[in-house]
């Protein structure tokens, strides 16, 4: 058993440590986006052997956030109707007609391909990210984990439904990895969480358990790192090979994710969103989901297709930042007497 001035000693510890992380994620984020480009470029093979593992870097960052989830919250979200239809008016309406109109007026002229890449990438909703991202900046991570799969649930049927509409192709989206990422990002990390959380409490009692949550953030960042350097590594060569293209890329998504980010805080502002709602919904529409976009675009169309989702990390990772930098005037702009959305 702990005793009490452990318990000091471990907090002081965790609250200078989480402290730094949280200063200096932007530089950690930064410094893990150069290594990966210059490591997957000149070992692209070798990176190749760490693809199929890409599954444990993203139960360390999402587990840990699971620890402090309360199941009974979940029971809340999921009768929370306006909560579900504001994700799917937000990820399968606003987002791929905001891509295409986007995709037309800057990305189609310079090659066909880029554009059905471009609109697939707006297309394709949130990741597991959106769960690690709405936990760092204090949101509803509930919220995140209903938008999460209800986004990834919709989009096996919504994702060819307006590829057909916007750009003219069917695609057949494969159902089983679609269900392997709801067991990857949501279940299991959920029942680990979840066991974790009882096995704690039973051993060192609620009181200190509560004193050694603020640990759980930090160690998911551990796993945000290396996921972010194992997605940029990966995509590292087609990036770097293609710098002609990549220009008019970055000036595509660079309009496409804030404006997303700003329609999401506005939406959310007007439906009297709270603010643990409002950074899930913002994540929600942002943090798309790059592994599944390049996969349909590989099996699909390949060639260039891919390019859209290999480059987008380096832009939507800092706008994550961004938005975690930004979180206290978002709560500022939402209401403080709205309790739910």
């Not at 702990?2 to 440590?17: Q, V």
């Not at 930064?30 to 290594?35: E, P, R, T």
């Not at 000036?251 to 603010?275: E, M, Q």
Request: charged share 15%; hydrophobic share 55%.
């Amino acid at each position: 058993m702990l005793l009490n001035s452990e318990i000091k000693e471990i907090k002081s510890k965790i609250t200078r440590f989480s402290e730094l992380n949280k200063k200096f994620l932007p530089i950690f984020i930064l410094i893990c986006i150069i290594l990966g480009l210059i490591f997957g470029y000149y070992f692209s093979y070798s990176i190749k052997f760490v693809k199929p593992y890409v599954s444990i870097p993203l139960f360390i960052m999402l587990y840990p956030m699971m620890i402090n989830l309360k199941i009974e919250k979940i029971k809340d979200s999921l009768k929370n109707l306006k909560l579900m239809i504001s994700a799917i008016i937000l990820n399968f309406i606003i987002s791929p007609l905001l891509g295409d109109l986007i995709g037309t007026y800057f990305i189609k002229n310079l090659d066909m391909m880029l554009y059905v890449g471009f609109v697939l990438k707006s297309t394709v909703p949130c990741s597991g990210m959106v769960i690690a991202w709405t936990g760092f900046a204090k949101g509803k991570v509930e919220s995140a984990l209903i938008i999460v799969s209800l986004s990834l649930i919709l989009s096996i049927f919504l994702i060819p439904f307006w590829m057909v509409i916007l750009v003219g192709i069917y695609i057949q989206i494969d159902i089983l990895m679609m269900l392997q990422k709801l067991l990857l990002i949501i279940l299991l990390p959920i029942i680990a969480g979840y066991l974790t959380r009882l096995a704690l409490i039973k051993l060192i009692k609620i009181e200190k358990f509560k004193k050694i949550q603020p640990i759980f953030p930090t160690i998911s960042s551990f796993g945000m790192y290396m996921i972010v350097f194992i997605s940029i590594s990966l995509e590292s060569t087609t990036i770097l090979l293609n710098l002609d293209y990549i220009l008019m890329i970055s000036l595509g998504i660079i309009i496409l994710y804030p404006s997303l980010a700003i329609i999401g805080i506005i939406y959310s502002k007007f439906t009297n969103c709270c603010y643990e709602d409002t950074i899930a919904l913002t994540y929600g529409i942002t943090a798309k989901n790059h592994s599944i976009t390049i996969a349909i675009a590989l099996t699909t169309f390949g060639g260039l297709t891919v390019l859209p989702a290999a480059f987008a990390p380096i832009i939507q990772i800092p706008l994550m930042i961004l938005i975690l930098k930004l979180s206290s005037k978002i709560e500022k702009i939402c209401s403080p007497n709205e309790k739910t959305i």
